[in-house]
């Protein structure tokens, strides 16, 4: 089982940058693909960034592409989302997730085994 806690959200500036950080619990982080996820308030759960167990291949959603990096560091059990150059579209609680598919690129919040519990991202213009 895996255990996920968020971080690094907060209000910044349109054109501004944050980067979050989901630190894991667990023997086992390796094993999984990790995903970021973002939900406004009356919308539903929308697919971010992608990143597989080794950190050698990554997704992301159109809306973010080129402006949102996401990586992954093993050997600390922790994942980030670099984003840059937000705008008030970005506004949202964001979610990691943990997949046991590790080596299957999914958009799709119900392919996700793992939880954390959300960062608010506040982007004022």
């Known amino acids: 089982q895996v255990q996920l806690v968020e971080s690094g959200g907060g209000l910044v500036q349109a054109g501004g940058s944050l980067r979050l950080s989901c630190a894991a619990s667990?023997?086992?982080?390796?094993?999984?693909?990790m995903g970021w996820f973002r939900q406004a308030p009356g919308k539903e759960r929308e697919f971010v960034a992608q990143?597989?167990?080794?950190?050698?291949?990554?997704y992301y959603a159109d809306s973010v592409k080129g402006r949102f990096t996401i990586s992954r560091d093993n050997a600390k059990k922790t994942v980030y989302l670099q984003m840059n150059s937000l705008n008030a579209d970005d506004t949202a609680v964001y979610y990691c997730?943990?997949?046991?598919?590790?080596?299957?690129?999914?958009?799709?919040?119900?392919?996700?085994?793992?939880w954390g519990q959300g960062t608010q991202v506040t982007v004022s213009s």
């Open positions: 997730g943990a997949s046991q598919s590790r080596w299957t690129i999914t958009t799709a919040p119900k392919s996700y085994d793992y």
């Open positions: 990143i597989l167990w080794s950190g050698g291949y990554t």
């Open positions: 667990g023997r086992t982080f390796s094993s999984y693909a």
